[in-house]
């Protein structure tokens, strides 16, 4: 089993729609969960981070986390064809990230 | 934010040659430093961790004579990639940790094609 699972999908919404990316993970020693955002050809930059439960909004963004069901997720709103890109999940225990395989998304004007 | 650069942005070359890339942190000052490698359609997959002015350490199935680092500075790291073959290509990524920040920053990247 994979330490963390993420749908590669791709992911087709029309402009405007709410986004929906999710991340399971196997090892509940991991503090740490962010968000990072690649486009084409391009390194990995942050987009959200968080280390408790719940909700924590930025923006169009919004990540939550449930350590009990170990599960990630993260919520883009009015999403826009600029946020075309795959998304990457990560989590981290100490010294260690772990990526997700990245979700690509595809915004339709 | 954190700049980071990377040098050559995509490169090409013969198999069984050698190709160095260059890793720099331009504002901040990095402790650690994250060699990935990312094939196509796939996630970032740690090769290597390295400290500055010490032996990197390498993830299981990464031959450490094969990809040589160097974090000779705060500010530099390089990777080479020795004896290239067409395996080898992929997508590079450095990723310089500051250590005020405590934060992975990530470099843009470099593209290498082995023929």
């Known amino acids: 089993q994979k330490e963390v699972e993420q749908d590669p999908g791709p992911l087709s919404v029309p402009e405007g729609a709410i986004v929906s990316l999710n991340c399971t993970y196997s090892?509940?020693?991991?503090?740490?969960f962010m968000w990072y955002r690649q486009y084409s050809r391009k390194g990995p930059e942050l987009l959200m981070y968080?280390?408790?439960?719940g909700n924590k909004e930025d923006g169009r963004f919004t990540a939550q986390v449930d350590k009990s069901s170990k599960y990630i997720s993260l919520f883009i709103r009015d999403s826009q064809p600029s946020d075309s890109a795959t998304y990457l999940c990560?989590?981290?225990?100490?010294?260690?990230?772990?990526f997700g395989a990245g979700t690509r998304l595809f915004v339709k004007a | 934010g954190a700049v980071v650069s990377q040098h050559p942005s995509w490169v090409i070359c013969k198999s069984g040659t050698s190709v160095k890339i260059e890793c720099r942190s331009l504002?901040?000052?990095?402790?650690?430093m994250f060699w990935y490698r990312q094939f196509p359609k796939q996630s970032l997959m740690l090769m290597a961790t390295?400290?500055?002015?010490?032996?990197?350490?390498?993830e299981q199935g990464v031959e450490k004579d094969k990809f040589l680092i160097n974090h000779a500075s705060l500010t530099l790291s390089t990777l080479t990639v020795t004896s290239a073959h067409p395996e080898d290509s992929s997508f590079y990524i450095c990723?310089?940790?500051?250590?005020?920040?405590?934060?992975?920053?990530f470099g843009p990247g470099t593209r290498l094609t082995v023929l």
């Open positions: 990560a989590i981290k225990g100490g010294f260690k990230t772990i």
């Open positions: 090892n509940s020693a991991f503090q740490y």
């Open positions: 968080t280390y408790s439960s």
């Open positions: 504002d901040f000052q990095a402790t650690t």
């Open positions: 390295s400290n500055e002015g010490s032996k990197a350490t390498y």
């Open positions: 990723s310089p940790l500051s250590g005020t920040y405590n934060e992975q920053f």
